[in-house]
């Protein structure tokens, strides 16, 4: 069974690439056009450098609504001595952008003369007098914008390979041009392939793949300064999978054929590029996105230019590979053929929230998030899925783990190349530690108000040990104390002690058991769970709900060897809605809202209350600010108790403030 | 004379226009639509968050190329104890991304099993065998994505105000929707207005201004989000222009009114809002830029939703003036339409290179290139001009220089609203100093090569001062020392003593008079400098063609005083032979190519080589490896060569390498 061809290092089929672009004669700029100058050259990338045809001013512009006059003729004027010229001869109205009479060689503006009909008449229209006096002497070229102030002839205007901002066309105009040679944009068919593909729009069955990746293909070529062309899902069935890209190839700068670049039983898209040119790399050596396929294709005897060889990327089907693998291979071929220059990405240092491992092999490209708290930039790993695009979606950056680098430590540094300007990471608001629906929307009306929160799930305890490392600007966290009945404070003692804190309430929420529509097992509470027909989805280690289920099995005497499915984690409340929806599990523990979200029945076994931890540096910066003004806003608070389960009574209380004691472990 | 009806500052200028859109129920997001999930998408903003209608994957999906099984079955199986699988019953081949049959909890990759037909014999399809054996047992849910892995239903995916990026229409996509709700895009109509304007493409006569900011400002709308529509050139007639406004106002969001915004004799904007509605501003206390007008117009009875009132900016008619109103004006306005949160610019604190002044009523716009040179971030003050739209070309950011500043010494920190990446900056090559026309073919040369080159002509001296103060990486330096026939050398002595720096050759040229056509006035040297008749355009103060003339003057026996225009200085070669040109002077001292670039006689005079000077420790710096490179390229060296009066033999050759010893003053 044929696995990978061969996977090679990312830098050897980037390489390899070039050579074979280099060979066609694909190298460069893949062609020029002379475009209107107009602002759809907007974007564009010149190839051909911009010099000026004419100066501008093309002549000496009066600067002023004012007179042209010779300068030499006011040489004498004085306040008590002033200088009468005559019109005519001897001054001239000018508009401002006015050409210079040929004899003058300065302009007063009109409000610094006194505009005469007669020795002591004012002017009927003081732009038409008979007569102007000054009270002050001019020197050559005052007020006068000679030609060539901003632009000689012949001067570089712009230089080739210069994409045209719209103050670019200003200039080029004022240069005497009427059009721009730019790089013809390159046209990228984009096909997807897969009988299990289904277009966006269709109705879901199980078992079908939404196909959204020619979508992100699609938009990223015509981002990068592309043009693509969408081609209609081609099933596994190779000669018609080898007609269509023959089509795509013929008549388009390059191929982008998704999926079926892996060795699995249908996937042809090797075979394909061995049958229609050559293939040049069948794998290369990155995570996420090994099966990439690098090749060139023959156009047919009867397309246009049909000596030309057309390169084709078989882009793997996992939708983070797919928009890495255009990130990696696409943007550089399309900024190479619009003389651009590659995209240089801009990179910050930041540590890592957690440690990683990472396959020794491999270049390994981790989406992160990054923000800074405190002093530190720090970067948090999103989901390593292939398969996870809002990983993609959620990134601030990617850090590039290297092959030979098998994992790096909590706390080391990683170099991270954003995806955002730095500047945005200054208005993340970190969230780590208690998952709750409420912080969604949390999220969106932060964003309204121009911070983005990032939260991770990590638990409640988790929140508290990312605060103490000084991770996160707050934690949410409902960690109750089985002897006082309070939640949180004693949990603060043991993780924060010392520090300054505001523990501020922000819900009080309901707990139970999910279980399937019509609840088929008969669940009724947790002593449900030592049933040997039940299968139990937990919540990982550290959640507050964790330790409210321990606590509760304690009290039962139920031992966690007795709770098939104790073992299975989940680290959010919807994810565990979701184990149950799914039937991955028959009951799980976790609030009214995920049972509603996800259409499950619900068994209502406590109220708790689920709080905002916020180490008082932060609690009074202006990053939080909105967050403290959500809490009093009464459409959010609405916005939140409309939600099954919630009560916003306590939003904003201040529980505790100021410096934490140490406490016991609860 | 009206001058503006009132100048007020730029903070209230702005708040009454959102009081005004307020009161029109136009101080949100205009209007919203639902725009197909598809490439197009891309840079649009959302106008409602987008929350998954259903979970990714829908289903257990497998997540490799194997065999669906229940983990129970393979509990037992070791290396010496294998344990098989009937085929059908207890494993079933599933591709990536098929769904787990309802009775499986993992998979197994394909290529952990023996596929057998028999108990010995390999199976013939490897996917199609009786029975698989394996020599490991699986945990539950291995090699599984569960249901919802990606995104759980009802979960945020994007929030409200969001641009659309390509992996956002996958996590949509992903997320069940085939739609998106969006900002509908404002449509701006731009009228330029002028009777002494054309536009781009007419021939260019003396007077005539060729229209472009038109295309600047529908560029700039489209860029930020818009949907720009451009009206042709108006003449100055106060009934047609109104006709033509009210026109635009009945079919757009928003009117952009070019020219005619001041109160010159033929200024009809401020007029014309008074009559199609209400003038809110007119006058903004900002330079550049001045005479901006803020209204409201009404729309005509029999318009589309007749009731609308539609918001116009009277845009001024400089260059300048024109792009900054649409940072200042438009840019913030279509962000609050398209519900997007206004343009928040990256800004850095940089050292200014000179002395700058400002009027104290007004915030200065003031564009700076920006650079790093050493440790220090510095920025050098572009043109201050209206009308030099290459300032904004150049600049890589905007210092406002707010009101009650009245100047800044060199040195002082600002504030730089930038526009290019902070990280593009640190490519960019800051050479000061003399200016020699070779200077633009390297721009364009170290552009090609990731390099941006930003020169600012101050003569040889000043190059030599710039070094000195750690401003610049290179100076060009053309200083004859009389005493010896020497170039530059004794000149390192007096301003960089001390300090290791590596002087190296780039060109040889020719310097000469620079005469109209024909040599009307028959200039055979410099002695008919101090002819009556002939009038001088010198270069300033600190240029080694300075250098230059005034040695040979003093040689002659001519006096400064002799010699008509000696006091008009012009910055470069080329600007000199456009005073030239354009009749402002008779001759003028400058470079062959100068002269032949602008198409005017030329009396060769000396011959002077022209050098950079370059502090050792930027000469080892990856920065400038690109202009040591391109010394030694044999196309550059030609398309050199190829310009008249340059020789570059001694191009690249190394004159002084080391500690620089003090020397007298000249």
Known sequence: MAVYLHDIPLDQAQARLREALEEAGLGGVLAEEYIPLDERAVGRVLSRAVWARISSPHYH?????????????????????????????????VD??????????????????????????????????QAIRLRAGLPPWAHVRPMGEDIVATQLVLPAGHTVRPVDLGAAAASGHTHLWAARKPRAAVLPSGTELIPVGQDVRRGDIIEFNSIVLAGQVNTW????????????????????????????????LN?????????FSARVVERLGELLVHGVAVRPGHPVILGMLRRSAGAAQPERRVPVVGVPGYPVSAALTGEIFVEPLLSRWLGRGA??????????????????????????????????LLAAPLSRGAGVITSLVRADGIAVLPRGVQGLEAG??????????????????FAIGSHDLT?????????????????????????????????????????????????NLRYLGQYLAGREVRLVAWVNREQGLLVPKGNPKGVQGLADLAREDMRFINRQRGAGTRVLLDYHLQRLGI???????????????????????????????????????????????????????????YAQNELLKPVFDLMQDAAFRREVSAMPGYDVSVMGRVIHLGSIEPAERA
């Open 225 to 256: 300064g592309g043009e693509a062309v969408r081609f209609p899902i081609t099933p596994d069935d190779f000669e018609l999978l080898c007609a269509r890209v023959q089509q795509a190839a013929d008549e388009n700068d390059l191929v982008l």
């Open 96 to 129: 401002t952008g006015d050409p210079l009479p040929d004899w003058a060689d300065a302009v007063v503006p009109i409000e610094q003369v006194e505009a005469l009909d007669s020795a002591d008449q004012p002017a009927a229209d003081p732009r038409k007098p």
């Open 343 to 376: 995209f240089q990405p801009i990179e910050v240092e930041a540590a890592l929230t957690r440690k990683v491992t990472s396959p020794a092999g491999d270049d390994d490209f981790m989406r992160v998030v990054v923000g800074r708290v405190g002093t530190r």
């Open 412 to 429: 080391s540094n990683v170099r991270v190349r954003l995806y955002r300007a730095p500047e945005e990471l200054e208005r993340t608001v």
């Open 61 to 93: 512009a009066s600067a002023m609504d004012g007179f042209a006059l010779r300068s030499a003729d006011t040489r004498e004027a004085m306040p008590t001595a002033p200088v009468s010229l005559l019109l005519g001869s001897q001054a001239q109205y």
């Open 559 to 617: 031992r966690a060897e007795q709770v098939q499915g104790y073992e299975q984690e989940e680290y959010t409340h919807l994810a565990v809605a979701a184990a149950v929806a799914s039937g991955r599990a028959d009951c799980g523990l976790g609030v009214t809202a995920a049972a509603q979200a996800l259409e499950l029945d619900f068994i209502p076994l406590f109220h708790e209350r689920y709080d905002l931890v916020i180490p008082e540096e």
């Open 259 to 267: 999926a079926g670049s892996s060795a699995g039983s249908e996937d």
């Open 439 to 487: 912080l969604d929307l949390l999220a969106q009306h932060l964003a309204e108000r121009g911070r983005r929160l990032v939260s991770a799930n990590v638990g409640s305890q988790g929140g508290l040990v990312a605060l103490r490392r000084g991770e996160a600007h707050l934690a949410g966290s409902h960690l109750l104390d089985p002897d006082s009945g309070e939640y």
